[in-house]
């Protein structure tokens, strides 16, 4: 959703964004075509929920066809329920639950987990489908970080893994995914994540991508005459 916040319904019944070169120069590939917009259809955007979240806000952006909301409980749009209130010590279990679920998203070939406080341009989505999908290993795109030993001492010691807000990933990564993985205490959710790919798929095995925060925003989208808090109600 990136530049100008102009959408328009386009023919697959989303929303799409047209871009305004000068606002951050050059997008990241092209202004992408009609059979490109249809690559979203493989695409799963992973949405961990709360009691703040503003799922009217996202249903309003080109998100709104690709979002799995995972929810606590039962309710109006939830894709994936985990059957347990979570709190901000217990998401570690939340991502263990969205992990098993989309094992069965058999007609998914990528995914994206996003934070109900991040945002990520359509273009640049499009790009890493047109260069990822049919890839033949685990793919894994993220900011990565490591996790220090004295902070886990047990099967998440050192393991890679994403920045919470956005992390993208391909179905050969699911397919791999240790979601039995044991650990103690409440650790980092995204490391929890980290920690199952690593178990699973075996670190060398995986093909760890950077992401581009130019086209990834967090907390805060700021550009010429907007200026938008996304996370203006602490979720913590």
């Known amino acids: 959703m990136a530049t100008s916040l102009l959408f328009a319904a386009g023919r697959y019944g989303y929303w799409q964004a047209y871009t305004d070169a000068g606002i951050f120069g050059k997008p990241p590939s092209h202004s992408s075509t009609g059979a490109e917009y249809a690559m979203l259809d493989k695409l799963a955007v992973i949405f961990p929920v709360n009691n703040n979240t503003d799922m009217q806000f996202y249903q309003n952006t080109w998100l709104r ?8 409980w039962p309710g109006p749009g939830c894709k994936i329920v985990c059957h347990r209130t979570s709190t901000y010590r217990t998401l570690d279990k939340k991502t263990k639950c969205f992990a098993r679920a989309i094992k069965r998203f058999e007609d998914k070939e990528l995914f994206i ?6 945002l990520v341009d359509i273009d640049y989505v499009i790009g ?25 001492p047990d099967a998440l010691n ?3 893994y994403g920045n919470g807000k956005f992390y993208m990933f391909n179905r050969k990564l699911v397919q791999c995914l ?43 989208y700021t550009n ?6 996304l996370s203006f109600i602490k979720n913590h």
């Not at 066809?65 to 606590?72: A, K, Q, T």
């Not at 990822?132 to 795109?141: A, F, L, R, S, T």
């Not at 010429?224 to 808090?229: A, P, S, T, V």
């Open 158 to 160: 050192g393991v890679m």
């Open 178 to 220: 240790d979601t039995d993985i044991k650990y103690r205490g409440s650790p980092n959710e995204d490391s929890v994540f980290g920690g199952m790919v690593s178990n699973g798929c075996g670190e060398y095995n995986v093909e760890y991508v950077k992401e581009d925060d130019r086209w990834i925003w967090h907390k805060e």
């Open 113 to 118: 987990k996003l934070d109900d406080d991040a």
């Open 128 to 152: 890493l489908i047109k260069k990822y999908q049919g890839y033949h290993k685990p793919v894994y795109i993220s900011d990565h970080l490591r996790t220090k030993t004295r902070d886990y």
């Open 65 to 72: 066809n690709y979002l799995y909301p995972v929810c606590d």
């Open 224 to 229: 010429k005459n907007k200026h938008i808090d």
